[in-house]
């Protein structure tokens, strides 16, 4: 399993940009689909984004599209998520994961994703 490390959240005023890394170690990133998830207080983890193992393909519900983006590296074993026009409902801990190697679809749900980081915290104040 790889091990995963979020970095790049913090507080930020509504309507200002974050960009979230996820970097990898302990196996072959390349070979992982890869995901963000979120958390807010009380609720129940989101999914956010995700992407194909050669990021050719990425994915972002309809919801986050226009202001959200996943990205990732492979020759940097790193992953992002670039969050525009931030609202304070997007607070959350963001989380990345790596997707199941023997789930053959992008997927959406957490129960796929079977390494996680330890998560970022996302403040956005009003």
């Known amino acids: 399993q790889l091990q995963l490390v979020e970095s790049g959240g913090g507080l930020v005023q509504a309507g200002g940009s974050l960009r979230l890394s996820c970097a990898a170690s302990g196996g072959i990133f390349s070979n992982y689909a890869m995901g963000w998830f979120r958390q807010a207080p009380g609720k129940e983890r989101e999914f956010v984004a995700v992407?194909?193992?050669?990021?050719?393909?990425?994915y972002t519900p309809h919801s986050m599209k226009d202001r959200f983006a996943i990205s990732r590296d492979n020759a940097k074993n790193t992953m992002y998520l670039q969050m525009n026009s931030l609202k304070p409902e997007d607070t959350a801990v963001y989380y990345c994961?790596?997707?199941?190697?023997?789930?053959?679809?992008?997927?959406?749900?957490?129960?796929?994703?079977?390494?996680w980081g330890q998560g970022t915290q996302v403040t956005v104040s009003s």
């Open positions: 992407i194909s193992r050669s990021g050719d393909m990425p």
């Open positions: 994961a790596a997707q199941r190697i023997g789930v053959h679809h992008l997927s959406t749900s957490r129960n796929d994703f079977d390494s």
